[in-house]
């Protein structure tokens, strides 16, 4: 993994007028840093150092999750916050091994990060967040801040070092991310650091390779770049011809191992430098330190700010520990029956002792930390805790809490949304991460007068929503019938640039975690265009696509199944005429001619790996078999599904087909059409 500047990518982004407007603020910051520099010369001695703090920041994390080990512990952000103070302040217990020539340069930076106390409207914080959203799987950077925001409001970039915490990067093989100062987004929630969790500190879900990242970065944040220069690629030999501007860094290729004595450029590197990618980092120099303190008093980017006294008065890092909020988080808020709920406690600060009160639960009551819970009846549920320091106490009530779902239902199971007045009493649960979510709507539909539909138009982009199911029965199942999930969508992009992702995902345990087993992404999910607010008129606008992947480890008493679209800033899309049922439905199949079979038959991808698309369009809802064969002849795999008049969509399972060229056959009524395909 490897931490990383994204000022490099941000900068490649810009039009060629913002790129000149970016180099001019560049020099005139370079200019303010040196004069700076010039100014308090001292900062370049190592003596100068008065084990005494000179700046403090005001540091709140923003964890995002879906209640998985993302989910880290306030113990773990601690640790955390402890390896950035004693790497910033030359107390972290590797300094004094540093390699010899450098030992005289080690600097003590003087910089002190605490947690915020107060928010930006003045409330009492533990400087920890908590936000549940799909966000926190490869989503984006402007994602995560939205996502926080639309639980929690705004932390402005120039009062507080926001540090978002979450479980995959969207920036592949990074460990974490965050921007250099520049003016353009000096009160921007977004400038901040961006981190996977197991990169957080060296406890809990972090091992020893996430003890410093939160330094680098944080040496990134302060204007320091890596020892090569702005690119983000060690290694490289023309990385010797680069430099980051700093006196006391000799230049280098950059290192991803731990070569002490390595002289890349033709004098000894600085492998343990906290900007390097090695991973035996121990120690800043002083001229890196006379670059962050220059930083620290730059007028336009927020940094000057941030320290302020009168900033330090509002977020409150020095005002004495209180007992001040009770809260708390559970690592699923909606269950199936008997589902086992385990609570934690997030009352701040000095608890001693608390409270639970569970409705609907076993037990009804708990004195612990993180009870855990049991619930046996479908139903909303409320909880309270009241917490206490000894002298005095806080109280959360949280009404409808927890959500116990209803017992699966049993197949066939069929949902046209002709008989809920809403998706808010109803078996389904939307889960919106900002702006509009999937709503009942009757503007459209294939049958019927109702649909579902995501108010996509007019959205901000990468926006993640979710429409998922309530349990449903498939453990009656046999491996004679299989199962087939089907279900309707329309669907237009609002320019060909549009870039937008339809997902289907299914879970095998009651949602506690979900398997990806159909995504339709860019032209794959549409192909035509409508640049107003767009609704389907015809059902030629409608796509019915069959899944026969739900394989027999999703045949259980409580299968779920979610719907996730991701926006691109294109256009509205609806959801109709969802059925799952065992092995295709019954039809007495009509005699066709063959020109009327079947037409617009395509594979693909091609080659296939794990699952192979096949798309026809078809006059009549017909019985259709879908064979994969090998070039021998033989069968490898047979689904037949029910198909709908119009264009069809049905995933072939290939994972674990041994890799060669098969034959895809499509049978109607006697009548075969055959496609070639490779399986990788």
């Known amino acids: 993994?490897?931490?990383?500047?994204?000022?490099?990518?941000?900068?490649?982004?810009?039009?060629?007028?913002?790129?000149?407007?970016?180099?001019?603020?560049?020099?005139?910051?370079?200019?303010?840093?040196?004069?700076?520099?010039?100014?308090?010369?001292?900062?370049?001695?190592?003596?100068?150092?008065?084990?005494?703090?000179?700046?403090?920041?005001?540091?709140?994390?923003?964890?995002?999750?879906?209640?998985?080990?993302?989910?880290?512990?306030?113990?773990?952000?601690?640790?955390?916050?402890?390896?950035?103070?004693?790497?910033?302040?030359?107390?972290?217990?590797?300094?004094?091994?540093?390699?010899?020539?450098?030992?005289?340069?080690?600097?003590?930076?003087?910089?002190?990060?605490?947690?915020?106390?107060?928010?930006?409207?003045?409330?009492?914080?533990?400087?920890?967040?908590?936000?549940?959203?799909?966000?926190?799987?490869?989503?984006?950077?402007?994602?995560?801040?939205?996502?926080?925001?639309?639980?929690?409001?705004?932390?402005?970039?120039?009062?507080?070092?926001?540090?978002?915490?979450?479980?995959?990067?969207?920036?592949?093989?990074?460990?974490?991310?965050?921007?250099?100062?520049d003016p353009w987004r000096s009160n921007s929630m977004d400038n901040g650091i961006h981190l996977i969790h197991n990169y957080v500190g060296s406890i809990g879900t972090a091992g020893s390779q996430g003890a410093h990242t939160l330094s680098h970065e944080a040496g990134h944040w302060l204007d320091l770049p890596h020892?090569?220069?702005?690119?983000?690629?060690?290694?490289?030999?023309?990385?010797?011809?680069?430099?980051?501007?700093?006196?006391?860094?000799?230049?280098?290729?950059?290192?991803?191992?731990?070569?002490?004595?390595?002289?890349?450029?033709?004098?000894?590197?600085?492998?343990?430098?906290?900007?390097?990618?090695?991973?035996?980092?121990?120690?800043?120099?002083?001229?890196?330190?006379?670059?962050?303190?220059?930083?620290?008093?730059?007028?336009?980017?927020?940094?000057?700010?941030?320290?302020?006294?009168?900033?330090?008065?509002?977020?409150?890092?020095?005002?004495?520990?209180?007992?001040?909020?009770?809260?708390?988080?559970?690592?699923?808020?909606?269950?199936?029956?008997?589902?086992?709920?385990?609570?934690?406690?997030?009352?701040?600060n000095l608890v001693t002792s608390r409270n639970w009160e569970f409705q609907g639960g076993s037990p009804a009551t708990s004195t612990a930390e993180s009870p855990t819970v049991t619930y046996d009846t479908p139903g909303l549920y409320e909880v309270k805790l009241t917490a206490s320091d000894g002298s005095s106490s806080v109280s959360e009530t949280k009404p409808s809490y927890i959500k116990v779902l209803p017992a699966g239902q049993s197949l066939p199971f069929t949902e046209g949304f002709e008989n809920i007045t809403s998706l808010s009493n109803s078996d389904w649960l939307v889960d919106n991460n900002s702006g509009a979510g999937f709503e009942l709507t009757s503007d459209a539909a294939f049958t019927g007068n109702n649909s579902v539909y995501l108010r996509n138009f007019g959205q901000p982009r990468d926006n993640i929503d979710a429409l998922i199911s309530s349990p449903i029965d498939l453990s009656s199942i046999t491996s004679s019938e299989g199962v087939t999930l089907s279900f309707r969508y329309a669907y237009r992009r609002r320019s060909s640039s549009n870039y937008e992702r339809l997902t289907v995902l299914l879970s095998q345990n009651c949602g506690e975690s979900w398997l990806v087993r159909k995504s339709l992404v860019g032209h794959n999910l549409g192909t035509e265009t409508a640049g107003s607010n767009w609704a389907p008129d015809s059902k030629d606008d409608w796509v019915t696509v069959h899944m026969t992947n739900v394989t027999s480890s999703f045949w259980i008493d409580n299968f779920r199944f979610k719907f996730e679209f991701e926006s691109d800033g294109g256009n509205n899309i609806y959801l109709d005429d969802i059925n799952i049922f065992a092995g295709p439905k019954e039809n007495d199949p009509l005699n066709i001619d063959e020109e009327s079979f079947v037409r617009s038959f395509n594979v693909y991808p091609n080659p296939a790996s794990d699952v192979a698309n096949v798309s026809f369009n078809i006059n009549d809802s017909k019985l259709v078999q879908i064979d994969l064969v090998n070039i021998m002849g033989q069968k490898i795999s047979t689904n037949k599904i029910q198909s709908n008049v119009g264009q069809n969509l049905v995933m072939i399972d290939t994972e674990g087909v041994e890799a060669g060229v098969y034959l895809i056959n499509i049978n109607v009524d006697g009548v075969k059409k055959t496609k070639r395909i490779v399986i990788e």
Not at 7 to 12: L, N, P, S
């Open 1 to 181: 993994m490897l931490y990383r500047s994204k000022t490099a990518e941000y900068i490649e982004s810009l039009s060629p007028e913002e790129r000149l407007q970016y180099k001019q603020n560049e020099q005139e910051k370079a200019l303010q840093i040196e004069n700076f520099i010039a100014q308090n010369p001292e900062l370049l001695q190592a003596s100068n150092s008065r084990g005494a703090i000179t700046y403090t920041i005001p540091v709140v994390f923003h964890i995002i999750h879906q209640n998985g080990p993302e989910n880290i512990s306030d113990e773990q952000v601690l640790n955390a916050l402890n390896h950035m103070n004693e790497d910033f302040q030359k107390s972290n217990p590797g300094w004094p091994n540093v390699q010899p020539e450098f030992l005289p340069i080690v600097a003590d930076v003087e910089v002190e990060f605490k947690l915020a106390k107060k928010d930006n409207l003045g409330n009492c914080t533990s400087g920890i967040t908590r936000t549940n959203s799909a966000v926190t799987d490869g989503g984006t950077g402007a994602q995560r801040v939205q996502a926080v925001q639309a639980v929690h409001g705004n932390w402005p970039g120039d009062k507080y070092l926001n540090i978002f915490v979450f479980k995959t990067m969207d920036v592949q093989g990074a460990a974490g991310y965050t921007f250099r100062p």
């Open 227 to 348: 020892p090569w220069g702005n690119s983000n690629d060690p290694g490289l030999a023309s990385n010797c011809n680069g430099d980051d501007n700093i006196a006391d860094t000799p230049n280098t290729i950059g290192w991803r191992t731990c070569n002490l004595r390595g002289e890349s450029c033709g004098s000894l590197d600085n492998v343990e430098n906290f900007m390097e990618y090695s991973y035996c980092s121990k120690m800043f120099t002083n001229d890196q330190k006379a670059r962050m303190h220059g930083a620290l008093n730059i007028s336009n980017t927020g940094r000057l700010n941030v320290h302020s006294a009168s900033n330090l008065i509002s977020t409150g890092v020095n005002s004495p520990d209180v007992l001040c909020e009770a809260n708390f988080g559970a690592n699923y808020r909606e269950v199936c029956v008997g589902q086992e709920v385990t609570f934690t406690d997030y009352s701040y």
